[in-house]
Each structure stands twice: as C-alpha cells, then as structure tokens.
T-cell receptor, first 112, second 116 residues
Framework: EPEVTQTPSHQVTQMGQEVILRCVPI?????FYWYRQILGQKVEFLVS????????KSEIFDDQFSVERPDGSNFTLKIRSTKLEDSAMYFC??????????FGPGTRLTVT | AQSVTQPDIHITVSEGASLELRCNYS??????LFWYVQSPGQGLQLLLK??????LVQGIKGFEAEFKRSQSSFNLRKPSVHWSDAAEYFC??????????????FGTGTQLKVEL
C-alpha cells in the first residue's frame, strides 16, 4: 500500500540554523500539507499546497517558513532560522482529490 | 472558525469490552469528519471518514462512527476492543479551501488504554 514517507525521522539543530524537512507524498496525489504537533499539544495545520502554489497557510507559517515541490516526487518544508519554539513533530500529508489526507510518520525537530 | 472537542483525555477499557470515544465539532456547513489513530512513535493513520450520505460509516480495524448533525457529534465506536487498539485517537474536521483541498482542525486527542 502506498505511503507518505518523511526524512529525517529526527533532526537536531541549533537555534538560528536553517533546516529542511523532506517528504515524499503518495505518487498520484495532488494536494500536499504540513502540520506540526508540539509535545502535549494539538496537531496544527501549517500550510497546504496545490497546483504548485500555496493554497492556504496558518498564522504560524510566517516568513521563516517556506515550502517547495522541487521535482515530481518531493515536497519540502524549510525553516530559515529556527527558534526554540519550532521544536515539534512535523507531519507531511497528501491527498488525491483534496478530501481525506494520508500522513507520514513525522520528523521530530529539536532546536537547542 | 471550526473547532473540535474531545472531552475525554484518557479512557481505560478492558479487552473485549465495547468502546465509544466522543467527538463534538463546530462548523458552519456540512462538515468533512475524520478519525485518526496514532500509536507511540508513529504517524497518524486514517481510521474512517464522513463526507455525506449514510451517517454510520465503517472504517478499518473494526471501527465505526456515527454522524449526528443535531448533536454536532461524530463518536467513534468499536464493539470489542483488542489490546492492540491502545493508542491515541484524534477526531478532525475538514475545512474546504477556496484554493483547493481542505485543512484539518484536530481535537486534543483521547488516549486509550486497554487492560488485559
């Protein structure tokens, strides 16, 4: 069964550094998303991406964040200058027709 | 804005007993509703979904959920729980985006413990 994959599973970085989280969505899916879950809190929507552009972003998704689909298979989330409060589990999700979303296993980002 | 409430933070049931996890939502139109399960160290797995039509929906692993518009609820049920069902369960509502797709708003989750 096709799955969303994410790399790395765990990333440790120093405050102020740039990080890129990578996702490979399910191959025939057209809608792509990033969510995050700070430890002990709800899963929160960050951004949605369709037709090579952002279709919606949350208040969390400020200028420090960007997304890209550099080729036909990868979908990346970049945080330009990480802060301590960016420490969280980041989930990528994809959807074929924009309804149900399938999630990857997540990348745990730790900012020190 | 849409919201989801899961009133039970923790639930403990005995193996073989029935289960009901509560979910209430707030949304202006007919909602897309979902239940996801998260095992420790794992991602979110889609259990079931409701878009329209029959208000009782079947999902994977023997789970079902019933959409009740009058109560703004979408409770998850299973007739007989297995030890492997111990996990965290999240209810979510989908908000359609004008640019395409939908964004999910999640509840705080219910941690299910199964006693043998």
């Amino acid at each position: 069964e096709p799955e969303v994959t994410q790399t790395p599973s765990h990333q440790v970085t120093q405050m102020g550094q740039e990080v890129i989280l990578r996702c490979v969505p399910i191959s025939n899916h057209l809608y792509f998303y990033w969510y995050r879950q700070i430890l002990g809190q709800k899963v929160e929507f960050l951004v949605s991406f369709y037709n090579n552009e952002i279709s919606e972003k949350s208040e969390i998704f400020d200028d420090q964040f960007s997304v890209e689909r550099p080729d036909g298979s990868n979908f990346t989330l970049k945080i330009r200058s990480t802060k301590l409060e960016d420490s969280a589990m980041y989930f990528c999700a994809s959807s074929e027709r924009g309804r149900e979303q399938y999630f990857g296993p997540g990348t745990r980002l730790t900012v020190t | 804005a849409q919201s989801v409430t899961q009133p039970d933070i923790h639930i403990t049931v005995s193996e073989g007993a029935s289960l009901e996890l509560r979910c209430n939502y707030s949304y202006g139109a007919t909602p897309y509703l979902f239940w996801y399960v998260q095992s420790p160290g794992q991602g979110l797995q889609l259990l079931l979904k409701y878009f329209s039509g029959d208000t009782l929906v079947q999902g994977i692993k023997g789970f079902e959920a019933e959409f009740k518009r009058s109560q703004s609820s979408f409770n998850l049920r299973k007739p007989s729980v297995h030890w492997s069902d111990a996990a965290e369960y999240f209810c979510a509502v989908g908000d359609l985006l004008t640019g395409g797709g939908n964004k999910l708003t999640f509840g705080t989750g219910t941690q299910l413990k199964v006693e043998l």
